[in-house]
């Protein structure tokens, strides 16, 4: 139903009237499993977003500690979170890219469809649009998760801080 958005921009029938259409329709020509399309594609670039923001934030405020360009502060957390924030986006876009592509493939009256897998989708886009297109909407994204990623360390900082845990 979201990607139905660009179908009424263009002047097109959206393809589902509401939730319970979607599901009725969805079911009736996909099957149940068509209800989980794109979950694995959903699941990994989950995986990358969490492994850019976690593993990326304690290395970069331990850089930025350790190299004494802040104390263990607001201005360490800030930094940190902007670098967490860069790093998940760099790795999730393309995770991004092949899921949303995944996601939106309609199979065909016979049942096939333009990507058969993940790596399917992420080797023929290279393939045809180029290693730059896995980092389409990079800063769309960067937009999204920067902010998240601020509120996220710095509320995490000051609550480990009230609570009297130490920083490493």
């Given at each position: 139903m979201?990607?139905?958005g660009r179908?009424?921009?263009n ?13 009725n329709?969805?079911?009736?020509m ?19 977003v ?5 593993a ?6 331990r850089?930025?500690?350790n190299n004494q360009?802040?104390d263990?502060n ?19 876009c393309?995770a991004d890219?092949?899921k949303?592509?995944m996601?939106?493939?309609a ?5 096939n469809v ?7 989708c ?5 393939k045809i ?6 980092w ?8 999204r998760l ?6 996220f360390?710095?509320s ?8 009297g845990l130490?920083?490493?």
């Amino acid at each position: 139903m979201q990607a139905d958005g660009r179908l009424i921009n263009n002047g097109l029938q959206p393809r589902y009237k509401g939730p319970f259409d979607a599901f009725n329709k969805i079911v009736a020509m996909e099957g149940l499993g068509g209800l989980w399309k794109g979950v694995l594609p959903n699941v990994q670039r989950a995986f990358l977003v969490n492994m850019g923001e976690l593993a990326c934030y304690d290395h970069a405020k331990r850089f930025v500690i350790n190299n004494q360009i802040s104390d263990d502060n607001i201005y360490a957390h800030t930094l940190a979170s902007i670098m967490s924030g860069l790093s998940a986006t760099m790795l999730s876009c393309p995770a991004d890219v092949v899921k949303t592509r995944m996601m939106n493939q309609a199979a065909s009256k016979e049942g096939n469809v333009m990507y058969k897998s993940s790596y399917d989708c992420l080797v023929k886009t290279v393939k045809i649009e180029g290693l730059t297109a896995l980092w389409k909407g990079f800063f769309t994204t960067w937009a999204r998760l920067g902010p998240w990623q601020f509120f996220f360390w710095v509320s995490y900082e000051k609550f480990r801080q009230i609570s009297g845990l130490s920083s490493f």
